[in-house]
């Protein structure tokens, strides 16, 4: 049953991580690699792989990007997995043991998250696995999700996949510029206190009431990234404001 799905990926400059998580998907036969302005050497890497299909366009937005990737699949059945997300044999033969009979099935799998090398308490519950012919990915920019129907199924899964979130301390800095132009985009917030409170929330809701501080120093540098991703986010859109009222 596994061969009804496809694997599609949206990658850029993912030359780090991309090796390895393609070396997981190799029972699947066929694997979606939407390259989109990639100046390293992922395309080389995903080329060593037979059953890669390299797909290379613009990047729309998370949304409307695996969107777009989706349709160069040959499946319906579609497993969204980032560049960075890694699988394991016990996840895959649990998912061979799926049915893939009712379209209207979506499965959710579980993701531990990685930050520097180390497993973080980090844990996410994602629907990852779809039918196009049913549903889709949301048009959001960012933060992106598959959408959840009235008549769909959720099953989750039990076994969960690995994320290499951060593999390099750089890595923080370079989405947070994406991550916080894309939540900006074409909105407003008026009112500066917003941008430091939305900041300082961020910190403690990471730090404290999800418990990162469990994770010793990189449990605060998260909090604290999270909290900088949030108050350039909505700077960028206070700025939006100002410039809306010159």
């Known amino acids: 049953m596994i061969n009804q799905i496809s694997v599609v990926i949206i990658a850029q400059n993912s030359a780090e991580t991309i090796e390895e998580s393609l070396a997981s ?7 979606i690699l939407y390259l989109n302005n990639s100046t390293d050497h992922t395309k080389e890497i995903a080329e060593t792989f037979l059953n890669v299909r390299i797909i290379e366009g613009e990047f729309i937005g998370f949304g409307p990007t695996k969107n777009k990737a989706s349709t160069y699949a040959t499946n319906e059945w579609i497993l969204s997995l980032d560049s960075d997300e890694v699988l394991n044999k016990a996840l895959i033969e649990e998912i061979k043991a799926q049915d893939f009979l009712d379209k209207t099935n979506l499965f959710i799998l579980k ?3 990685y930050f520097l090398g180390a497993k973080t308490i980090s844990k996410d519950y994602i629907v990852r696995i779809y039918n196009t012919l049913h549903t889709q990915f949301n048009d959001n920019l960012v933060h992106e999700k598959i959408i959840v129907n009235k008549e769909s199924k959720q099953i989750k899964l039990k076994t969960s996949f690995k994320h290499h979130n951060i593999t390099d301390i750089n890595q923080t800095l370079t989405k947070m510029i994406k991550y916080t132009d894309l939540g900006a985009e074409n909105k407003k917030t008026c009112f500066f206190v917003i941008v430091i409170l939305k900041s300082l929330f961020a910190f403690i809701q990471t730090y404290f009431l999800r418990f990162y501080f ?10 604290s990234s999270n909290a900088n991703r949030r108050f ?6 206070y700025i939006n404001c100002q410039k809306s009222s010159e």
Request: net charge positive; no cysteine; glycine share 8%.
């Open 25 to 31: 998907l190799n029972s699947f036969n066929e694997v």
């Open 111 to 113: 993701r531990d998250n």
């Open 214 to 223: 469990i994770n010793g120093w990189r449990g605060f540098v998260i909090a």
């Open 232 to 237: 350039y986010k909505y700077l960028k859109q």
